[in-house]
């Protein structure tokens, strides 16, 4: 009913300005003949009483596209790079690469599972004890408690650098080091100061993603982490920080779906830890945020909740997967709204359910694990959001009732706020850790832009049977 009404609106808005165009040259032509005591001809009629409106109209209608064209233009470059057409994936289309690990560091918790139970449970972002509105008024906003910008170690700047970076560059950082601190932990060791003895392995290959707007100092920040990390001297080594500036979330995951890509074009040994850190939790942040009228609030539902956070995801050629199952990252669906999601004029747009379907294709494709257990979002308390998602997987059941879960999906964006890339690879490890859990693929769907969309699956490795399958249909 209520995409009923909103498709509605559109045709009856025209409708009420077309009548009141024609209406009003009509009165203010009829008021200036009565005045000037003139009596219309035939042509008068045709042209004041037809011409002159149409043309009005159309000279409006004009005017409106062109100030909505370059609009709509920027919006739909600052949101993605992914083409506004969902793609065909011919090539490789059921290329996977294994997670052999990740790392959380978010609002909700330092691993993928608590992460996980918090969404399950629906616990929200609750009033920052820091943060102020220019009023005075609190902010909801979403922090890790465990960050203290106080212990930033200013000496691993790159020289000639100064101090002078911001508070949520600087805990986004920290939440960066924790993340990659924890991974290393795991899959590597410190070496001795003494040992200088070369490494069989290969180095771990990093690309860390930090937020567009940090564009101009993204160079520095990657020369801070490589700092940190080398200090620890971890055998096998890293690699130099490959730093990609992305604009949303939705970026994050194509850079994982080129990587996948990339891994199966050419195998090797060598294994990628995709990092991305975010953080909005900076009372300048806040303030432009305020006076922009674009956080939540009781009177502005479709507001941001700042949040913070890192994930890390070690990734690798499904061959290197020897020791133990791991889950697989297959394919990555992506495509753009034809406009913003929460602007009052927008049509119903049914791009996310689309890539729902391009994306669980490649499950029914398989023919071999027909359900998905689960889905991950990076969904929050926006309303306009909300209902995106909720529209798309209600249309999803309805279609293929035997292949979507009924049960709703957990919004990682309910408990860590707005943090962009940093949530999304978060949504992939949440995905990973419930695929272990349930041994049933899980999708991740991200709608956290108000343009951009992206989906992909979650699950156990595709066998020879599975490709020759595909390879047929």
């Known amino acids: 009913m209520l995409g009923k009404q909103r498709k509605a609106l559109p045709i009856v808005r025209i409708a009420v300005g077309v009548v009141s165009t024609f209406g009003l040259v009509w009165l203010v032509v009829a008021a200036y003949w009565r005045a000037t005591f003139h009596v ?29 064209v370059p609009h709509r233009r920027d919006s739909a470059a600052a ?33 993928a599972d608590t992460v996980l139970d918090t969404a399950l449970d629906g616990t929200t972002a609750g009033l920052h004890t820091d943060l102020k509105r220019a009023d005075g008024s609190g902010v909801f ?62 180095a771990f290959r990093l690309h860390l993603l930090v937020p567009a707007r940090w564009q101009a100092i993204a160079q520095q920040l990657g020369a801070w982490l490589d700092a940190h990390v080398a200090r620890n001297r971890w055998r096998p080594g890293v690699e130099a920080a490959r730093v990609v500036p992305v604009a949303n979330a939705v970026q994050a995951l194509s850079l994982v779906d080129a990587l996948n890509l990339d891994i199966n074009r050419h195998p090797s040994a060598l294994r990628h830890i995709v990092l991305a850190c975010e953080s909005l939790l900076d009372q300048g942040t806040v303030r432009t945020l305020d006076g922009t009228d674009r956080l939540y609030g009781r009177n502005h539902l479709d507001g941001c909740i700042p949040g913070e956070g890192a994930c890390a995801l070690l990734l690798a050629h499904p061959t290197e997967a020897y020791a133990q199952p791991v889950p697989h990252l297959f ?22 359910h689309r890539l729902i379907e391009q994306t669980v294709g490649q499950l029914l494709a398989s023919d071999r694990e027909t359900k998905v257990s689960g889905i991950v979002c990076d969904t929050d308390q926006r309303s306009s959001w909300r209902t995106e998602l909720i529209g798309a997987l209600e249309t999803w059941r309805a279609a293929t009732p035997a292949v ?6 957990p919004m990682l964006g309910l408990a860590n706020g707005e943090s962009g890339a940093a949530l999304a690879l978060g949504a992939i490890a ?15 769907i991200s709608n956290s832009d108000s343009i951009a969309r992206g ?11 599975d490709r020759n399958h595909i390879a047929g249909t």
């Open 404 to 409: 979507a879960p009924d049960a709703a999906p």
């Open 455 to 465: 989906a992909l699956l979650v699950g156990s490795a595709p066998t020879d049977e």
């Open 40 to 68: 219309p001809t035939g042509t008068d009629l045709a042209v004041y009483g037809i011409v002159l409106p149409v043309a009005l109209i159309a000279v409006t209608a004009w005017l409106r596209d062109r100030i909505r």
């Open 331 to 352: 394919r990555v669906s992506v495509a753009n709204r034809d406009a913003p999601v929460d602007r009052f004029d927008a049509q119903q747009d049914d791009v996310l």
């Open 430 to 444: 949440v995905a990973g850790a419930r695929h272990l859990r349930e041994h049933q693929p899980v999708l991740v």
């Open 141 to 202: 906003a979403a922090a890790v408690t465990s960050i203290s910008v106080p212990s930033f170690d200013d000496s691993l700047l790159p020289p000639g650098v100064t101090a002078d970076w911001s508070n949520e560059q600087r805990r986004a950082l920290l939440l960066a080091a924790e993340a990659m601190d924890d991974l290393l932990q795991r899959h590597a060791a410190a070496a001795l100061s003494n040992d200088t003895r070369e490494c069989g392995v290969p």
């Open 79 to 111: 949101a993605s790079t992914a083409p506004p057409e969902l793609p065909t994936r011919d090539v490789h289309p059921d290329s996977s690469i294994a997670l052999l690990d990740s790392s959380v560091r978010l609002p909700a918790g330092d691993n």
